[in-house]
């Protein structure tokens, strides 16, 4: 167990729609990263965030937005879903922002969520 | 831009064979390199990681790794594998916020 949740573990839901992922990094962690894990895209950056601030952006759709709150809980919202979204998102958490700071940007991930599409 | 890249997609091997997963970096400059296992159905666990030190890298579960800076590598290795770690595997750096993956290696071990 990394410390970090994820919820919920699986989500269905149909085109169009739109769906909130959430994320508790760590107890101490200031960095949220989200990933997606996709059969043809393989694992994909996304977006990072650092107390309650954007620090990076990967290959994130328009479509999809975040956010981090002040208790440091993380949102990835995903709209106007299309059947290509379906994929294993995952968050992870560090304590620090940069690799530069060595040990503390080592990323822990979470177990994922499972989102399908149809 | 940085990038990390596998060389082997997919690896069979028989219990107690010796295992060596390529990765290459692209960049220079200050580099922190990682290497994830990801079993059936879990999440990414970290195996191992180079910050700096001693190119050569022990983690666990048996699995090491060596930083050969001349050669952008960052190669892992495990003497005597099991059936136990059929897993995915793969190889992250970041010289930057962003950690970049590689595209993961499928190993498959045969009782």
């Known amino acids: 167990d990394s410390g970090v949740t994820q919820t919920p573990k699986h989500l269905i839901t149909a085109t169009g729609q739109r769906v909130t992922l959430r994320c508790s990094p760590r107890?101490?962690?200031?960095?949220v990263y989200w990933y997606q894990q996709s059969l043809d895209q393989g694992l994909q950056f996304l977006i990072q965030?650092?107390?309650?601030?954007?620090?990076a952006k990967g290959n994130i759709l328009e479509r999809f937005s975040a956010q981090q709150f002040p208790d440091l809980h993380s949102e990835l919202n995903l709209s106007s879903l299309e059947l290509g979204d379906s994929a294993l998102y995952f968050c992870?958490?560090?304590?620090?922002?940069?690799?530069?700071?060595?040990?503390?940007?080592?990323?822990?991930f979470g177990p994922g969520t499972r989102l399908t599409v149809l | 831009a940085q990038s990390v890249s596998q060389h082997n997609h997919h690896v069979i091997l028989s219990e107690a064979a010796s295992l060596e997963l390529g990765c290459n970096y692209s960049?220079?400059?200050?580099?922190?390199l990682f290497w994830y296992v990801q079993y059936p159905g879990q999440h990414l666990q970290l195996l191992l990681k180079?910050?700096?030190?001693?190119?050569l890298v022990k983690g666990i579960k048996g699995f090491e790794a060596e930083f050969i800076k001349s050669k952008f590598s960052f190669n892992l290795r495990k003497p005597s594998v099991q059936w136990s770690d059929t897993a995915e595997y793969f190889c992250?750096?970041?010289?930057?916020?962003?950690?970049?993956f590689g595209a993961g290696t499928t190993v498959t071990v045969r009782a």
């Open positions: 960049y220079g400059g200050t580099v922190n």
């Open positions: 992870a958490s560090s304590v620090g922002y940069s690799v530069s700071q060595g040990v503390y940007n080592e990323q822990f």
């Open positions: 965030y650092y107390n309650g601030e954007e620090r």
């Open positions: 107890s101490g962690d200031l960095s």
């Open positions: 180079y910050f700096s030190g001693d190119p």
């Open positions: 992250a750096g970041g010289a930057d916020y962003k950690l970049s």
